[in-house]
């Protein structure tokens, strides 16, 4: 696979994802694809390039605890304000 065919479905989801910001869960939805991308590519250029692979289990740590941390504040912010909408909330308001 070339260069250009793994990465441009990981810009096409972070251009969506700063264009559309409404519900909260979509947004987690989408950085979790990225993730998931991201870690795919990783795994091609690894596979690729005959290194061994630990970061990738490095990488889908890290993603674990960002989705626990985005879930949590999900759940938070559903508790305090009784919808998941970005733009209802205290949040985005600086």
Known sequence: M???????????MVMIYLVSKMNMINSLI??????IMVIITMMILIKT????NHNILYFIILMITESVI?????????RTHGND??????V???
Request: glycine share 2%.
């Open 30 to 35: 989408m950085i979790e694809y990225i993730s």
């Open 49 to 52: 390039m005959n290194m061994e």
């Open 70 to 78: 985005g879930l949590s504040i999900l759940i938070s912010m559903i």
């Open 92 to 94: 985005l308001k600086l």
């Open 85 to 90: 909408f970005l733009k209802s909330s205290s």
């Open 2 to 12: 070339k260069m250009e065919e793994m990465v441009s479905p990981i810009l096409l």
